[in-house]
């Protein structure tokens, strides 16, 4: 490994030390043959104690393992050769599972995420895989505050594991996902059966978006998601339909 991405790594550590501990876990992605040395915090208690002031009430679950992400991950493995190098848009990077894989697969992806820290594990977990770092932004997906997600910019491939974790996230992501898709996209959106995401999808049907989806059923990392089966539903428009 060079000099220089090692003395990157350190720099990167430095930044996330207010998170320690840490920990490290190779992820497998299932049924790709890749392997991730990923570093998390090793108490997410720690975290949500940091997250009282927020005052978008927004937990710290990015710092997860999630199966949605590993599973988005595999999936873009299977459909790499219909992916575009450019115009990748990650929303709700949690710890760079992900953008890793499709860095790997060399797409150029904008890893997005309202949690600074997320961006930095992110980058991490993208070097230690790639060799280079992916370009980030911190973004509130729920407001239009960047121009990134202002519908100036338009996106063929918009990509998104577990976001929907509340009811008040189902108007904003349609909205979004309206503004930023480019037209003939797709939106790409891991999900492990909330009832959010079911609400989401019966919204988007109404909204023209025509869903393909494909299951997933691991082995994820922990036990404790042994049985988790996760939805990966590719949402195209069929219809020329405008955001309220």
């Known amino acids: ?67 949605s992400g590993i599973a988005l991950a595999a999936w873009l493995v299977r459909h790499a050769n219909d992916m575009p190098d450019t115009g990748v848009l990650e929303l709700g990077s949690g710890i760079g599972i992900t953008c890793a894989v499709a860095t790997g697969l060399g797409m150029r992806v904008i890893a997005t995420d309202y949690a600074p820290e997320s961006l930095v594990f992110t980058r991490l977990t993208t070097l230690r895989h790639t060799g280079s770092e992916p370009e980030t932004a911190q973004v509130n997906w729920r407001e239009v505050t960047s121009p990134l997600l202002d519908g100036s910019r338009l996106f063929p491939v918009v990509l998104a594991a577990d976001v929907l974790y509340e009811r008040r996230d189902i108007a904003p992501l349609l909205d979004l996902l309206d503004r930023i898709v480019a037209p003939g996209g797709v939106a790409v959106l891991a999900e492990p059966g909330r009832k959010p995401a079911a609400t989401f999808l019966e919204q988007a049907a109404a909204r023209g978006w025509q869903d393909d989806a494909s299951k997933w059923a691991g082995p994820w990392p922990d036990p404790d998601d042994a049985g988790t089966v996760v939805r990966v539903h590719e949402l195209r428009r069929t219809l020329a339909v405008f955001p309220p």
């Open 1 to 67: 490994m060079p000099d220089a991405q090692l003395r990157r790594e350190a720099e990167l550590l430095r930044a996330i030390a207010h998170t320690a501990p840490l920990q490290d876990t190779t992820v497998s992605i299932p049924g790709t043959g890749i392997d991730l040395l990923v570093t998390r915090p090793a108490s997410v208690d720690q975290l949500l104690d940091q997250s009282v002031s927020d005052p978008e009430q927004n937990l710290p679950y990015w710092a997860e393992l999630w199966p």
